[in-house]
């Protein structure tokens, strides 16, 4: 089915945001890893898996609006070299993409594409969740101090 080219451009630009995203939560979950925070790796993990999951959806409605997925653009990441400015970093990458998918529903809803609007409504459901955790985790950091809520992400 072919479909409109502003939507299928705009789903591109979403692609590339899922893409930056899976590569900067890898590099944070293995940085935890190798600094033994094993609980908070497995949380960046799952956060990238995620991700990877949004991004093959994105390229299927692509694919299926007759449109050429592009997997080679990649934004900027911004790795951290601290957990705080890890999860302040992911933070903004997951209020980016709320505000992002906001917008590509709006455009569906606004060229008639109500497939590919409740595709973007799911995923976004899931970048809601994810920067929920993150507030969760930022908010224990605020409460309980850096250490000790490094010191439970231990396994």
């Known amino acids: 089915m072919k479909?409109?080219?502003?939507v299928v451009d705009k789903l591109n630009a979403l692609l590339a945001d899922e893409l930056t995203a899976?590569?900067?939560?890898?590099v944070h979950s293995e940085m935890a890893a190798n600094w033994g925070f094993d609980r908070l790796h497995e949380a960046?993990?799952?956060?990238?898996?995620?991700e990877m999951k949004h991004a093959e959806s994105l390229?299927?409605?692509i694919l299926f609006l007759e449109g050429l997925p592009v997997v080679s653009k990649l934004l900027p990441m911004?790795?951290?070299?601290?957990?705080?400015?890890?999860?302040?970093?992911d933070w903004d990458a997951e209020a980016g993409a709320i505000k992002a998918y906001n917008a590509g529903i709006a455009l569906c809803v606004a060229k008639?594409?109500?497939?590919?609007?409740?595709?973007?409504?799911?995923?976004l459901k899931d970048e809601e969740a994810h920067i929920d955790l993150i507030e969760a985790q930022?908010?224990?950091?605020?409460?309980?101090?850096?250490q000790?809520?490094?010191?439970?992400?231990?396994?």
């Open 138 to 146: 930022r908010d224990q950091i605020e409460q309980m101090g850096l």
């Open 112 to 123: 008639g594409d109500n497939g590919s609007r409740e595709q973007l409504e799911s995923i």
């Open 44 to 50: 960046v993990e799952k956060r990238a898996i995620d």
């Open 59 to 61: 390229i299927a409605r």
């Open 78 to 89: 911004h790795i951290g070299a601290a957990v705080p400015e890890q999860l302040q970093n």
């Open 148 to 155: 000790i809520f490094l010191g439970q992400q231990l396994d």
């Open 22 to 26: 899976i590569s900067q939560y890898m």
């Open 3 to 6: 479909g409109n080219t502003e």
